[in-house]
C-alpha cells in the first residue's frame, strides 16, 4: 500500500481481519511504502501485489516494468482541485492565473491537475503550480495558494469540518482517468493465476461488505491504523463512507467489482501522451485485465 496506513486501504484491512484471504489458503502480509518502489519489487518477484493507479501502470511499462492491473478498485480518480468560495473558483476555466498547490510534481495530485488542465484545454503555463508539500488544506486555508490539489475525499473535507467553504473540482468529472486497483507482475498472473484470482476475489468479498456496512468496516480497520487518534475517528469514518462511492460505477453494477473499463485506458494513455508524462505509445491491452477476478 502506498505511504503510511489509512482508512483508504479499508478493504484490505477488513479481508485481512475477517480471514477472506486465510478462507482462500492466502497467508497475507500488508506494507507501506512508495507505489513506485512498489511496482518494480512487483515486477521483480519480490512483492506479490501492489496498489497503484493506471497512469503509474502504463509509465512502468513503458519502462520495461512488466506489471498489469488485475482488480481496479478505484472506478473513479479520486483526486480533485478545491478552493475557498471566496475565491471564485467555479470550474476549470477559473483557474487561468492561479496559484496552485501540489505537493510535488509527480504522483496522483500532480497528474490528476494534469488532466483537468488538459481537458480545460490549459496548459501549465496558464497558470502558477507551487509545490507546498502535504500542507493543501493548511495552505488553502491560510491563502498562501488560491487553490490545492489533493484527494476529494480528505483535505476539501477536513475545511468544510473546520468552518471554511470550498468548491471542489472532481478530476473524474473532467476527464476518466484509471485510478487505483490491484496490480501483479505479468509473470505471476500467467504462470499462477489461481492465486491471483484468490487475492481478488478475497478483496472484492469485503469492498461489497464496506460498500454494505462501512461503519463495522471502519471498526475493523482501526486495527491495523494504531497511531490514529480517537479525536479523528469521526473525520475519518467520512473519509470511508466518501470513499466508498469512489468503487462503484455503472460498468461494476453490469460487470462485477474491479472492473476495468477498455475506453478509460484509452483515454488515460492519450492524455498521457499529449501531455508528455508518457514519452513512448505503450500497448494499453496487456496493461490490464478483467479475466482475473472471479
Request: hydrophobic share 40%; charged share 20%.
Amino acid at each position: 500500500m502506498g505511504y503510511i496506513p489509512d482508512v483508504q486501504f479499508a478493504m484490505f484491512y477488513v479481508a485481512q481481519a475477517k480471514g477472506y484471504y486465510r478462507d482462500e489458503g492466502l497467508d497475507v502480509t500488508i506494507n507501506h511504502g512508495f507505489v513506485t518502489d512498489a511496482i518494480v519489487q512487483v515486477a521483480q518477484g519480490r512483492l506479490t501485489f501492489a496498489n497503484a493507479a493506471g497512469d503509474e501502470i502504463l509509465l512502468a511499462r513503458a519502462n520495461k516494468i512488466p506489471v498489469k492491473l488485475v482488480f481496479q478498485t478505484y472506478q473513479q480518480y479520486p483526486v480533485a482541485i478545491f478552493a475557498k468560495q471566496s475565491t471564485g473558483i467555479k470550474q476549470p476555466a477559473d483557474l487561468k492565473g492561479k496559484t496552485i498547490g501540489v505537493p510535488v510534481r509527480a504522483g496522483a495530485t500532480y497528474v490528476g491537475l494534469k488532466g483537468v488542465l488538459y481537458a480545460a484545454k490549459l496548459s501549465e503555463q496558464d497558470v502558477n503550480i507551487a509545490e507546498i508539500n502535504f500542507t493543501q488544506a493548511e495552505a488553502v486555508r491560510t491563502d498562501k495558494v488560491a487553490a490545492a490539489v489533493g484527494y476529494f475525499n480528505n483535505e476539501p473535507l477536513v475545511l468544510q469540518q473546520q468552518g471554511v467553504p470550498v468548491d471542489v473540482l472532481r478530476v473524474s468529472d473532467y476527464i476518466a482517468l484509471v485510478s487505483n486497483g490491484i496490480v501483479t507482475s505479468e509473470a505471476l498472473a500467467q504462470s499462477d493465476p489461481e492465486t491471483v484470482r484468490k487475492f481478488t476475489r478475497a478483496t472484492a468479498r469485503e469492498l461489497q461488505d464496506t460498500l454494505d456496512d462501512p461503519e463495522a468496516a471502519f471498526e475493523l480497520a482501526l486495527q491495523f491504523i494504531p497511531e490514529l487518534p480517537a479525536e479523528r475517528h469521526p473525520q475519518e469514518l467520512a473519509k470511508l463512507k466518501q470513499t466508498t462511492a469512489l468503487w462503484e460505477s455503472a460498468a461494476t453494477k453490469a460487470n462485477g467489482l474491479g472492473y476495468s473499463d477498455p475506453a478509460m485506458w484509452q483515454t488515460t494513455h492519450q492524455f498521457l501522451r499529449e501531455s508528455g508524462l508518457l514519452q513512448t505509445d505503450v500497448d494499453v491491452q496487456q496493461a490490464f485485465t478483467n479475466d482475473l477476478r472471479k
